[in-house]
């Protein structure tokens, strides 16, 4: 069989292959030659191998921002994903009253994120705050700026209202999509609800949760504007994350190699971890 | 096992029903004796999932009566019910073994591990399941899940009905045959009502022993097959079982004897019309009708207008005066040229008025 060859078809690649080679490929690359070496003003770079890598993984307070990641991005995911699921279940499937409710859940999803951060800060500030005032007259004493633990709370509070969302809308979407022969077949069989939910819906909805644990673990872990926003990272660095770290040694200290050699580390626990998950969650199916 | 009796039943989708059209069922009485074996037929959108919902309980009735052994259920979850239904598309719980498929019914009801065991096995082995019963069930094929929701139901031993939903439909068609008279044998065996929902005739007519002709929210006519075949009692059931479907044309009725555009024909009923108006049609099946030897000229001249190979006979269309009238011809035989006179069988020709077969006591519904 002859097949044309035509070689001219790549031009048809070119605007892709330039789009990702500059929005991706040579920002990368820029990030990984600044790790590799020292630069001092006036553009004078030397050679420094390694050191960088060495220092970030040794640096205590690397770990004690990945710590902070870990444990905040655990929470999330925690709180986020047991509460979607539940509130999803909870919505009405027909009715008037469905687009009342994917309305509701959309609205925080539309917020620009550094507005979300600057709503939780009025919030939760000591004098006039609804949060603050409320918390007060519940005999809390609610102090976000000075506490570490109320730093925490607020932040995950603020994400926790952000993102539910974004898992309720994912779910919601799986469960409608499940036929009703299945509910009917489930009647018949005289299956309880609690049943209901652990043979039919919760496998049916395997591939939305992946995708929406997937999606709220890389956001979360890379979670910048409404912290900064909030706490600045404070009280003292209980709520630097990862990202607010990088920011700070970047262009806050101006470490362009450590900044770098961070970045790339960052980059590849996130890719590590997204994979692990992915290849977990999706282990099962192929038995 | 139970006998089923629907009184007067009436279902509407519609809040409040006003015109004929928005009952999707329009006042069905019928009985079905237990342990029968009945097809539910009938085109898309006649009625029949919404009759088979009412009757599994999945669905309230607007109005009427469910019976089952006498016992009213109208108002009957489907558990309490104790039915099983096989949808259209297998249903089937992914995450769970064969084994616990069908062991699912008979645990939500509490039975105890030992008869679930034995009754698991027992319809595993019916099935032919039995060599799979530790597979994931989410692995099977589309007629292997199937077996798994008729499996769901079998394993209750005091099922009272098993309702079948064009169960069919995704199943390939080499494995239709293979499970159709799977389901035949079954149904010998263990003698629980069945009633299988389809708009396939021959699926129809291979099950059941009654075969159930819905359109249009009504049931147009119950019967064996053979009786739908030779005595239509409608002439949609004509149209829609047997393929060509009846011949149908315009006649009137004097003095007795029906004719159709001035020639008389002979036909088993028309002495049964009263002279009460209404449209006035024959109807006769391909199957009786005949060329006469050539030379004779009794009978209706027909123009022949083409003739369609269909295998051990061809379908003959011919026409006189633009009605067309088609027959069948036994491979072998002749057909004349352009010209000829074919002859209606009278013992199986009918009158209908409005549709509905002419008899003594009147419409025959």
């Known amino acids: ?287 | 096992m139970a006998q089923i009796q629907l009184r007067e039943l009436r279902h509407s989708y519609v809040d409040q029903p006003a015109a004929d059209s928005d009952w999707a069922l329009k006042r069905l009485t019928i009985d079905w004796a237990d342990g029968g074996a009945y097809a539910l037929l009938g085109p898309s959108g006649c009625g029949k999932t919404t009759l088979l919902n009412v009757i599994s309980g999945l669905l309230r009735p607007t109005g009427g009566q469910i019976l089952f052994d006498g016992r009213d259920v109208t108002d009957a979850s489907p558990e309490q019910r104790n039915i099983a239904q096989v949808f259209q598309f297998p249903v089937i719980y992914d995450t769970m073994t064969v084994y616990d498929n069908l062991a699912f019914p008979l645990r939500n009801r509490g039975v105890d591990a030992r008869e679930v065991d034995r009754r698991v096995r027992e319809v595993a082995e019916m099935l032919e399941l039995d060599d799979m019963l530790r597979h994931r069930a989410a692995g099977l094929t589309a007629d292997g899940k199937q077996k798994i929701s008729l499996g769901r139901g079998l394993a209750r031993s005091d099922v009272n009905v098993i309702m079948f939903d064009e169960p069919l439909t995704v199943i390939d068609p080499h494995l239709k045959w293979v499970l159709r008279s799977k389901l035949k044998e079954l149904h010998q065996r263990i003698r629980v009502t069945m009633i299988y929902v389809t708009h396939d005739q021959t699926e129809a007519l291979t099950f059941a022993d009654q075969v159930v002709v819905m359109n249009d929210g009504e049931i147009v006519q119950t019967g064996t097959p053979v009786e739908l075949f030779e005595r239509p009692n409608h002439t949609f059931v004509g149209h829609f079982i047997g393929s060509p479907g009846m011949n149908v044309l315009p006649c009137e009725i004097a003095g007795g004897r029906a004719t159709f555009a001035g020639l008389p024909v002979d036909s088993v009923n028309a002495g049964a019309y009263r002279g009460d108006g209404g449209r006035l049609e024959l109807g006769v099946r391909p199957e009786f009708v005949s060329f006469a030897p050539a030379g004779a000229d009794d009978g209706i001249p027909v123009r022949i207008v083409k003739a369609l190979d269909a295998g051990r006979h061809r379908i003959v269309e011919t026409e006189h005066a633009d009605h067309k009238i088609k027959l069948l011809v036994p491979e072998g035989e002749a057909i004349p040229g352009d010209t000829a006179h074919v002859r209606l069988a009278p013992e199986r020709t009918w009158v209908y008025r409005d549709g509905w077969l002419v008899t003594g006591k009147g419409a025959a519904r």
């Not at chain 1, 205590?60 to 995911?77: D, G, K, V, W, Y």
Request: hydrophobic share 55%; with cysteine.
């Open chain 1, 1 to 287: 069989m002859n097949k044309t060859v035509n070689q001219r078809a790549w031009w048809f690649v070119l605007p892709v292959v330039l789009l990702v080679a500059f929005n991706a490929v040579i920002p990368l690359m820029t990030v990984v030659n600044y790790s590799v070496q020292e630069s001092f003003g006036s553009n004078m770079f030397f050679w420094s191998g390694v050191r960088w890598f060495e220092e970030v993984l040794r640096s205590e307070r690397f770990h004690a921002s990945l710590l902070r990641q870990l444990a905040f991005t655990a929470a999330i995911l925690a709180i986020e994903v047991p509460l979607g699921l539940a509130i999803a279940l909870a919505m009405p499937r027909r009715g008037p009253w469905v687009s009342v409710c994917l309305v509701l859940m959309a609205l925080p999803l539309l917020i620009p994120w550094n507005v979300v951060g600057a709503m939780w800060n009025i919030m939760a500030l000591p004098t006039i705050g609804l949060l603050s005032e409320t918390l007060h007259a519940l005999g809390f004493d609610y102090n976000y700026t000075r506490e570490p633990g109320a730093a925490w709370f607020t932040v995950i509070l603020m994400d926790v209202w952000h993102w539910t969302s974004l898992v309720v809308l994912l779910c919601y979407a799986g469960l409608v999509s499940i036929p009703d022969a299945y509910y009917q077949a489930a009647k018949i069989d005289g299956a309880r609800p609690w049943a209901v939910f652990r043979y039919i819906q919760l496998p049916k909805l395997r591939y939305v949760l992946t995708i929406a644990i997937l999606l709220r673990f890389m956001d979360s872990f890379m979670i910048y504007t409404e912290v900064v926003v909030l706490t600045g990272g404070g009280p003292g660095t209980a709520t630097t994350f990862l990202s607010i770290d990088l920011v700070k040694t970047a262009l806050g200290q101006f470490d362009l190699g450590p900044a770098a050699a961070m970045s790339l580390v960052y980059f590849l626990i996130i890719l590590l971890m997204s994979w692990l998950f992915y290849t977990l969650m999706m282990r099962n199916q192929s038995r």
